[in-house]
Protein backbone atom coordinates (compact mmCIF):
# COMPACT_ATOMS: atom_id res chain seq x y z
CA UNK A 1 0.00 0.00 0.00
CA UNK A 2 1.20 3.71 -0.74
CA UNK A 3 1.85 5.88 1.51
CA UNK A 4 -1.41 7.96 0.37
CA UNK A 5 -3.53 5.43 0.43
CA UNK A 6 -2.29 4.58 3.80
CA UNK A 7 -2.85 8.14 5.03
CA UNK A 8 -6.56 8.39 3.66
CA UNK A 9 -7.10 4.89 5.22
CA UNK A 10 -5.81 6.45 8.57
CA UNK A 11 -8.01 9.44 7.69
CA UNK A 12 -11.26 7.29 6.92
CA UNK A 13 -10.60 5.29 9.96
CA UNK A 14 -10.74 8.88 12.35
CA UNK A 15 -13.26 10.16 10.27
CA UNK A 16 -15.53 7.12 11.06
CA UNK A 17 -14.68 6.79 14.78
CA UNK A 18 -14.65 10.15 16.38
CA UNK A 19 -18.09 10.54 15.59
CA UNK A 20 -19.00 7.77 17.22
CA UNK A 21 -17.02 8.34 20.46
CA UNK A 22 -18.32 11.89 20.51
CA UNK A 23 -21.87 10.88 20.42
CA UNK A 24 -20.98 8.64 23.80
CA UNK A 25 -18.80 11.74 25.30
CA UNK A 26 -21.82 14.06 24.54
CA UNK A 27 -24.41 11.98 26.01
CA UNK A 28 -22.65 11.18 29.45
CA UNK A 29 -21.29 14.66 29.49
CA UNK A 30 -25.05 15.95 29.36
CA UNK A 31 -26.40 13.25 31.61
CA UNK A 32 -24.30 14.98 34.38
CA UNK A 33 -25.24 18.38 34.18
CA UNK A 34 -27.37 20.24 36.78
CA UNK A 35 -31.41 19.68 36.74
CA UNK A 36 -32.98 23.57 34.70
CA UNK A 37 -29.43 23.73 32.40
CA UNK A 38 -30.43 23.38 28.62
CA UNK A 39 -27.84 22.01 26.15
CA UNK A 40 -27.18 24.76 24.51
CA UNK A 41 -26.12 26.14 28.08
CA UNK A 42 -24.34 23.67 28.67
CA UNK A 43 -22.72 23.48 25.22
CA UNK A 44 -22.22 27.60 26.06
CA UNK A 45 -20.06 26.20 29.41
CA UNK A 46 -17.91 23.25 28.27
CA UNK A 47 -16.52 25.84 25.69
CA UNK A 48 -15.96 28.70 27.95
CA UNK A 49 -14.15 25.79 30.21
CA UNK A 50 -11.33 26.05 27.03
CA UNK A 51 -11.84 29.47 25.92
CA UNK A 52 -12.22 31.66 28.99
CA UNK A 53 -12.32 35.48 28.04
CA UNK A 54 -14.17 34.24 24.94
CA UNK A 55 -16.97 37.35 23.80
CA UNK A 56 -20.31 36.93 23.48
CA UNK A 57 -20.35 36.27 19.48
CA UNK A 58 -17.90 33.44 19.78
CA UNK A 59 -20.23 31.36 21.90
CA UNK A 60 -23.14 32.07 20.16
CA UNK A 61 -20.89 30.97 17.00
CA UNK A 62 -19.97 28.10 18.44
CA UNK A 63 -23.64 27.06 19.88
CA UNK A 64 -24.79 27.85 16.70
CA UNK A 65 -27.10 30.67 18.32
CA UNK A 66 -27.89 34.10 17.14
CA UNK A 67 -26.57 37.32 19.43
CA UNK A 68 -29.87 37.99 21.29
CA UNK A 69 -30.61 34.48 21.71
CA UNK A 70 -27.14 34.09 23.15
CA UNK A 71 -27.50 36.94 25.08
CA UNK A 72 -30.56 35.47 26.80
CA UNK A 73 -29.26 32.40 27.37
CA UNK A 74 -25.66 34.15 29.12
CA UNK A 75 -28.48 36.20 31.00
CA UNK A 76 -29.82 33.21 32.74
CA UNK A 77 -26.15 31.59 33.36
CA UNK A 78 -25.06 34.57 34.91
CA UNK A 79 -28.36 34.77 37.24
CA UNK A 80 -27.72 31.40 37.83
CA UNK A 81 -24.22 31.96 39.03
CA UNK A 82 -22.55 29.20 36.57
CA UNK A 83 -20.98 32.29 34.34
CA UNK A 84 -20.04 36.02 35.07
CA UNK A 85 -19.02 38.78 32.71
CA UNK A 86 -16.31 40.43 32.68
CA UNK A 87 -14.90 43.66 31.05
CA UNK A 88 -12.53 43.30 29.02
CA UNK A 89 -9.07 44.77 29.71
CA UNK A 90 -8.20 45.97 26.23
CA UNK A 91 -11.25 47.18 25.86
CA UNK A 92 -14.08 48.35 28.10
CA UNK A 93 -17.04 48.27 25.63
CA UNK A 94 -16.53 44.83 25.38
CA UNK A 95 -17.41 42.11 27.27
CA UNK A 96 -15.89 38.89 27.72
CA UNK A 97 -17.12 35.24 29.40
CA UNK A 98 -15.94 32.76 32.20
CA UNK A 99 -17.01 29.99 34.26
CA UNK A 100 -17.68 30.92 37.96
CA UNK A 101 -16.25 28.47 40.79
CA UNK A 102 -19.38 26.85 40.48
CA UNK A 103 -19.44 26.85 36.72
CA UNK A 104 -16.44 25.15 36.77
CA UNK A 105 -17.37 22.95 39.52
CA UNK A 106 -20.17 21.42 37.15
CA UNK A 107 -18.07 20.83 34.65
CA UNK A 108 -15.36 19.14 35.79
CA UNK A 109 -18.13 16.85 37.69
CA UNK A 110 -19.52 16.03 34.36
CA UNK A 111 -15.70 15.28 32.77
CA UNK A 112 -14.89 13.51 36.17
CA UNK A 113 -18.44 11.14 35.34
CA UNK A 114 -17.83 10.78 31.68
CA UNK A 115 -14.24 9.81 31.79
CA UNK A 116 -15.53 7.10 34.51
CA UNK A 117 -17.92 5.72 31.73
CA UNK A 118 -15.63 5.82 29.67
CA UNK A 119 -13.16 3.75 31.24
CA UNK A 120 -15.86 1.11 32.16
CA UNK A 121 -16.28 0.82 27.99
CA UNK A 122 -12.51 0.35 27.86
CA UNK A 123 -11.69 -1.82 30.82
CA UNK A 124 -12.59 -4.66 28.62
CA UNK A 125 -10.07 -3.96 25.84
CA UNK A 126 -6.62 -6.24 26.42
CA UNK A 127 -3.97 -3.96 28.15
CA UNK A 128 -2.25 -4.07 24.84
CA UNK A 129 -4.89 -2.26 22.91
CA UNK A 130 -5.81 0.02 25.83
CA UNK A 131 -1.67 1.07 25.06
CA UNK A 132 -2.23 1.43 21.53
CA UNK A 133 -5.07 4.07 22.11
CA UNK A 134 -3.38 5.54 24.32
CA UNK A 135 -0.51 6.27 22.06
CA UNK A 136 -2.58 7.06 19.29
CA UNK A 137 -4.62 9.58 21.51
CA UNK A 138 -1.33 11.22 21.96
CA UNK A 139 0.15 11.41 18.96
CA UNK A 140 -3.85 12.91 16.94
CA UNK A 141 -3.60 15.56 20.33
CA UNK A 142 -0.12 16.83 19.05
CA UNK A 143 -1.07 16.52 15.56
CA UNK A 144 -4.15 18.91 15.87
CA UNK A 145 -2.89 20.62 18.89
CA UNK A 146 0.39 21.97 16.24
CA UNK A 147 -2.14 22.58 13.39
CA UNK A 148 -4.27 24.78 15.57
CA UNK A 149 -0.92 26.84 16.62
CA UNK A 150 0.04 27.09 13.25
CA UNK A 151 -3.79 28.54 12.12
CA UNK A 152 -3.52 30.66 15.15
CA UNK A 153 -0.37 32.58 13.91
CA UNK A 154 1.51 30.71 16.99
Do not use: Y
Request: with cysteine.
Amino acid sequence: MDADSSVEVCAAHVLSTVPIVMRFIRAEMRSRRARGVSVPQFRSMTFLRTNEGASLSQVAEHVGLSMPAMSRLVDGLVKRGLLARDSSESDRRKVTLRLTARGQDMIKAARKWTQHRLAGVLENLPKDQRAEITDAMTVLKSAFTQRAQSADGQ
